[in-house]
C-alpha cells in the first residue's frame, strides 16, 4: 500500500500510522507517544496489544480516527508461542505460574488440540481481561481476588498451524503457531485450551501480530523510525502515514463533482451526477471521493440519495479549497 494525497484540516495530521510495537509498552502508552510527536490530540488506536505482545497496531490520526469503527471487525493474525508444562493465572507468561507435573504433550497431540479449535467455536475469555462484569472489568475483580463469571464468545479460528515444535524438555515443550482468526478471539485463551486438551496446561509464552486487516507487519514502523520522522516536522511524520481510506476496500465508492463535494461538506444530501452503485442498499455505506479518488465522506442512500454520515474534509482541506467550499 503506498501513500496517495493525504487530506489535512489546517493544523495536524489525517491518516493511519501502523506502528510495530516494541514488547513493553502498553497500546495506550503508544497513543499517547503518537499524540505528542503529531502533536495532535485525536489519535486513536484500532485494536489493543497487551504490554508484553508485539506487532501491528494501527493508529489513526486526525480525521482518520472518525473511521476506526469500522476496523475494529478486521480479521487478525498472530504468531505465538505456547508453553507447555504449566498453568497460568492470566493465560500468559505476566501471570502466576503453577507447574504441571508428569511428561508434557507430544507434537502429534498438540497438532490434534489445534485442529479441534479451527472453524467457529465458543471461547471462554481469560479471567484477566478487560471485559465488563457488571461495570467493573474482570481483571480488576480478578486482581481483587474475586472470580469474574465470564460468558464463552463465538469465535472463528480461519487457520491455526504449528510452525515449530521444541521438545528439547519434554516435560516443557514449546510450540510456536500462526493463528489467523476474527476479532474479539483471544490467543492466550487458545494456549490455555490447549494445554487442557492435552492433559496438562500451557500458557502463552510470546506474542506477535502479524496483521490486523489490511495492515501488516512489513508496511508496520518502530518507534525508533517514528521519532526520527517526528524530527523532521509534520512532513516527516506525514510521509510514513497511509490514506484515510486504507483497508476499508469492501466499500462501494461513488465519485462527486465539484458542486457535490461542496454541498456534502455542508452535509446535504445529494443525487451524483455519476450514479450509485447499482449493489448499494440503504444499510450499506459507501465512501464518496473527489476525482482524484480522495475520500470525501462516508455516506448513505436515503430515498435515491447520497446521504452524508461522516464528512472526512473541512474548508480548509485540498479538496473543499479546490471546489470552492467558503
Given at each position: 500500500?503506498?501513500?496517495?494525497?493525504?487530506?489535512?484540516?489546517?493544523?495536524?495530521?489525517?491518516?493511519?500510522?501502523?506502528?510495530?510495537?516494541?514488547?513493553?509498552?502498553?497500546?495506550h502508552?503508544?497513543?499517547?507517544l503518537?499524540?505528542?510527536?503529531?502533536?495532535?490530540?485525536?489519535?486513536?488506536h484500532?485494536?489493543?496489544?497487551?504490554?508484553?505482545?508485539?506487532?501491528?497496531?494501527?493508529?489513526?490520526?486526525?480525521?482518520?480516527?472518525?473511521?476506526?469503527?469500522?476496523?475494529?471487525?478486521?480479521?487478525?493474525?498472530?504468531?505465538?508461542t505456547?508453553?507447555?508444562?504449566?498453568?497460568?493465572?492470566?493465560?500468559?507468561?505476566?501471570?502466576?505460574?503453577?507447574?504441571?507435573?508428569?511428561?508434557?504433550?507430544?507434537?502429534?497431540?498438540?497438532?490434534?488440540?489445534?485442529?479441534?479449535l479451527?472453524?467457529?467455536?465458543?471461547?471462554?475469555?481469560?479471567?484477566?481481561?478487560?471485559?465488563?462484569?457488571?461495570?467493573?472489568?474482570?481483571?480488576?475483580?480478578?486482581?481483587?481476588?474475586?472470580?469474574?463469571?465470564?460468558?464463552?464468545?463465538?469465535v472463528?479460528?480461519?487457520?491455526?498451524?504449528?510452525?515449530?515444535?521444541?521438545?528439547?524438555?519434554?516435560?516443557?515443550?514449546?510450540?510456536?503457531?500462526?493463528?489467523?482468526?476474527?476479532?474479539?478471539?483471544y490467543?492466550?485463551?487458545?494456549a490455555?485450551?490447549?494445554?487442557?486438551?492435552?492433559?496438562?496446561?500451557?500458557?502463552?509464552?510470546?506474542?506477535?501480530r502479524?496483521?490486523?486487516?489490511?495492515?501488516?507487519?512489513?508496511a508496520?514502523?518502530?518507534?525508533?523510525?517514528?521519532?526520527?520522522?517526528?524530527?523532521?516536522?509534520?512532513?516527516?511524520?506525514?510521509?510514513?502515514?497511509?490514506?484515510?481510506?486504507?483497508?476499508?476496500?469492501?466499500?462501494?465508492?461513488?465519485?462527486?463533482?465539484?458542486?457535490?463535494?461542496?454541498?456534502?461538506?455542508?452535509?446535504?444530501?445529494?443525487r451524483?451526477?455519476?450514479g450509485?452503485?447499482?449493489?448499494?442498499?440503504p444499510?450499506?455505506?459507501?465512501?464518496?471521493?473527489?476525482?482524484?479518488?480522495?475520500?470525501?465522506?462516508?455516506?448513505?442512500?436515503?430515498?435515491?440519495?447520497?446521504?452524508?454520515?461522516?464528512?472526512?474534509v473541512?474548508?480548509?482541506?485540498?479538496?473543499?479549497?479546490?471546489?470552492?467550499?467558503?
Amino acid at each position: 500500500m503506498s501513500p496517495r494525497s493525504r487530506l489535512t484540516d489546517g493544523p495536524g495530521l489525517d491518516g493511519i500510522l501502523v506502528v510495530a510495537k516494541p514488547a513493553g509498552p502498553t497500546s495506550h502508552d503508544v497513543v499517547a507517544l503518537v499524540r505528542r510527536l503529531a502533536v495532535t490530540r485525536r489519535v486513536g488506536h484500532g485494536g489493543t496489544l497487551d504490554p508484553f505482545a508485539t506487532g501491528v497496531l494501527p493508529v489513526f490520526l486526525g480525521r482518520a480516527t472518525r473511521l476506526v469503527e469500522y476496523h475494529l471487525g478486521d480479521r487478525k493474525s498472530y504468531r505465538a508461542t505456547i508453553c507447555f508444562g504449566a498453568s497460568s493465572t492470566t493465560d500468559d507468561l505476566d501471570g502466576e505460574l503453577t507447574p504441571v507435573d508428569g511428561p508434557g504433550p507430544t507434537r502429534s497431540a498438540v497438532e490434534t488440540a489445534l485442529a479441534a479449535l479451527v472453524g467457529p467455536i465458543s471461547q471462554l475469555p481469560p479471567a484477566y481481561s478487560a471485559i465488563k462484569i457488571g461495570g467493573r472489568r474482570a481483571y480488576a475483580l480478578a486482581r481483587a481476588g474475586e472470580t469474574p463469571t465470564l460468558v464463552p464468545r463465538e469465535v472463528t479460528i480461519h487457520r491455526l498451524d504449528l510452525m515449530d515444535w521444541d521438545a528439547k524438555d519434554p516435560d516443557r515443550p514449546i510450540a510456536v503457531v500462526e493463528v489467523d482468526c476474527s476479532a474479539g478471539t483471544y490467543v492466550r485463551s487458545i494456549a490455555r485450551d490447549v494445554g487442557q486438551a492435552t492433559g496438562g496446561g500451557a500458557y502463552l509464552g510470546a506474542l506477535t501480530r502479524t496483521s490486523s486487516g489490511a495492515f501488516t507487519i512489513h508496511a508496520a514502523h518502530t518507534l525508533e523510525a517514528i521519532r526520527a520522522a517526528a524530527a523532521e516536522g509534520p512532513a516527516g511524520l506525514g510521509q510514513l502515514l497511509l490514506p484515510l481510506d486504507t483497508g476499508l476496500d469492501r466499500f462501494p465508492r461513488v465519485v462527486l463533482s465539484d458542486d457535490e463535494i461542496v454541498a456534502v461538506v455542508r452535509g446535504q444530501f445529494v443525487r451524483p451526477a455519476a450514479g450509485l452503485p447499482r449493489t448499494a442498499s440503504p444499510d450499506e455505506r459507501l465512501i464518496a471521493v473527489d476525482g482524484q479518488g480522495r475520500p470525501v465522506a462516508v455516506a448513505a442512500i436515503r430515498d435515491g440519495r447520497l446521504a452524508p454520515d461522516k464528512v472526512l474534509v473541512g474548508p480548509t482541506s485540498p479538496v473543499a479549497i479546490a471546489t470552492g467550499t467558503p
